[in-house]
């Protein structure tokens, strides 16, 4: 169902937190999924552990870019469901699961080349190097299923049923954590795997999160996937013009990755307090945003709708002030969120040192500002990417990245030796680059006449 049965209905806080908060419990689930892994494989050592961190690392990588991808999809797919056209709907689907389908080939034919080699390269003994291997060369099974099962998902987004792929996950997590404790610690007669056992257990719930979609999918849109035709008449041309759109957003995940292992490189050469505070809060940023980047992925999928449905710029802006409005809000509960992490973490880490606390203190007003201009930049993100505006997005994120956050860091703790507190600043200094550049991007207004399906 679109947003509004009419075509000239404007979407309300109610429509956008409709589809926002399954996007934001399944992403709290998705990053839960990595943490209940490390705690279920922790009992068995340092070394354990040691080997499924340098495994992820490169999995994560893979898993990345088919999320980047498939986002490009759920944007194409939202302006076919809002121009209601089912032959566009399928060929945006088929067109980003061939993508999807294609880089995760191409990723496991890398990874079976040089895998080992990069692994042992890096791996601190042979007995983690092996661990490592047998760990990724399972998980790379979720590599191929999550190919579909984000297409799908982008599909069900695109759609407006943000519920659908939310529901997966309820199937897949319990299933993940169960069957990965038995096959780790070998329990009810199952082989003790250990590390590889987290992999068969995340392997096996990717592919009933994937058949979930699929019996939904032919239940519930069997008439979209089976349409005849093609837009423009040839899945050729269709793919090249896909391809075109959803590569700035692929690359804008790979610049922005790599970008933030160098930081991370970098934040090691600070003293192990410094670091051990940079290393618990960056989690917390992540984890705690999730609900501000879930309303403002809702507010893209809505706007690629209503440019699909040629919603007249001035209805455009009307719905663009409600998103912002409610963008303010969702900020307000992150700061306050940050502030609670902040004041309770003497109990959340009892072991902490008084001097990691203090550096964790240090962080409060960088917290409680940060969640304001991160949201207002992701909404005109993701309304530039629905108007199809992805080559500028992609542009102003290296900006923010390579000429301002990096090159920072490297003179803050490198060079002038400044305080943890300082270098944790660069994060806000980055949105606050970004802020003008986006923003007077969409005061331009070009977007809002943008001929989205030809992007």
């Keep these: 169902m679109s947003a509004s049965s009419s075509a000239d209905h404007i979407p309300t806080y109610r ?48 898993m990345g870019v088919i999320f980047a991808f498939s986002n490009a999809t759920q944007i194409r797919i939202a302006q076919a469901f809002g121009a209601a056209g089912p032959v566009s709907l399928k060929t945006s689907f088929y067109c980003g699961l061939f993508i999807n389908i294609g880089m995760s080939l191409i990723g496991l034919s890398l990874v079976i080349l040089f895998g080992d080699d990069l692994i042992a390269r890096f791996a601190h003994t042979p007995d983690i190097a092996v661990e490592a291997v047998r760990y990724l060369r399972i998980f790379l099974f979720v590599v191929l299923f999550e190919a579909v099962g984000q297409c799908l998902a982008g599909h069900f987004n695109g759609c407006g049923k943000t519920k659908v792929p939310f529901y997966s996950y309820l199937i897949a997590v319990p299933m993940n954590i ?26 096996a719930s ?13 239940t519930d849109d069997w ?38 292992q160098v930081c991370a490189l970098i934040y090691a050469k ?57 963008a303010f809000v969702s900020a307000g509960f992150v700061s306050l969120s940050y502030l609670i992490v902040i004041l309770n973490v003497d109990w959340i880490y009892s072991d902490l040192q008084a001097e990691t606390t203090r550096a964790l203190m240090m962080f409060l007003p ?19 990417r629905a108007a199809g505006d992805t080559v500028r997005v992609m542009n102003i994120f290296n900006i923010g990245q390579w000429l301002f956050k990096v090159p920072l860091t490297l003179l803050f703790v490198v060079y002038l030796d400044l305080s943890v507190g300082w270098v944790f600043a660069l994060v806000l200094l980055d949105e606050i680059v970004k802020f003008p550049l986006f923003h007077l991007r969409i005061f331009k207004g070009n977007w809002k006449t943008a001929q989205v399906l030809d992007a």
């Design 15 to 62: 429509d956008a937190f409709a589809m926002a908060w399954p996007l934001g419990l399944k992403a709290l689930m998705l990053h839960g999924i990595v943490v209940i892994d490390a705690f279920l494989v922790s009992p068995l050592g340092e070394e354990a552990l040691a080997a499924m961190g340098l495994a992820s690392a490169i999995a994560g990588l893979l």
């Design 178 to 203: 169960g069957l990965s404790y038995v096959l780790i610690h070998g329990l009810y007669g199952f082989p003790e795997m250990g590390v590889a056992g987290a992999a068969v257990g995340s392997a």
């Design 206 to 218: 990717s592919f009933a999160r994937v058949a979930y979609m699929v019996f939904r999918g032919v």
């Design 223 to 260: 008439d979209v996937f089976a349409a005849k035709g093609w837009s423009r008449d040839s899945f050729w041309i269709a793919l090249r013009r896909h391809w075109v759109f959803a590569l700035p957003i692929a690359g804008t995940f790979v610049s922005m990755s790599v970008a933030t």
């Design 270 to 326: 600070m003293t192990v307090i410094e670091f051990a505070a940079m290393t618990l809060i960056l989690p917390w940023v992540h984890t705690a945003g999730t609900f501000g980047m879930a309303w403002a992925q809702a507010t893209g999928i809505i706007m690629a709708q209503l440019l699909g449905r040629k919603l007249a710029p001035e209805r455009l802006d009307v719905f663009l002030r409600r998103a912002w409005r409610g």
């Design 366 to 384: 960088v917290l409680l500002i940060l969640p304001f201009p991160k949201g207002s930049n992701a909404i005109c993100g993701q309304t530039l």
